[in-house]
């Protein structure tokens, strides 16, 4: 059964760091592109960063660019996303997501979503 499980949120006070997993089972995370997306009240679900399948290029959007760092770790078989320097808004629901390698991961097609983890950023 292919999944996608993350683990790691909770709640961090402005300038605080968390390390979000996201654990793949079914399929070999280092043949896929793996992206992380967010979402919070009244905000679109928004995709902010990616790994690709095919090597370790990493894609990030500016609003979390040099705050967060996607990295890879295919004996476990899980994508992690450390996030640095947290701000209130980014606060949301963080889903990873896996798609086919292809030539860039933020334009990948995801097909295959984990469940969510709550990140609240609040002091």
């Known amino acids: 059964q292919v999944q996608l499980v993350e683990s790691g949120g909770g709640s961090v006070q402005p300038g605080g760091s968390l390390r979000l997993s996201c654990a793949a089972s079914?399929?070999?995370?280092?043949?896929?592109?793996i992206g992380w997306f967010r979402q919070a009240p009244g905000k679109e679900h928004e995709g902010f960063g990616c790994?690709?399948?095919?090597?370790?290029?990493?894609w990030y959007k500016d609003s979390v660019k040099g705050r967060f760092i996607i990295s890879r770790d295919n004996t476990r078989n899980t994508v992690f996303l450390q996030m640095n320097n947290l701000k209130p808004e980014d606060s949301g629901v963080y889903s990873c997501?896996?798609?086919?390698?292809?030539?860039?991961?933020?334009?990948?097609?995801?097909?295959?979503w984990g469940q969510g983890t709550q990140v609240t950023v609040s002091s």
């Open positions: 790994i690709s399948g095919s090597d370790n290029t990493t």
């Open positions: 997501a896996g798609a086919p390698p292809g030539p860039e991961c933020h334009t990948a097609p995801y097909a295959t």
């Open positions: 079914g399929f070999p995370v280092d043949h896929y592109a």
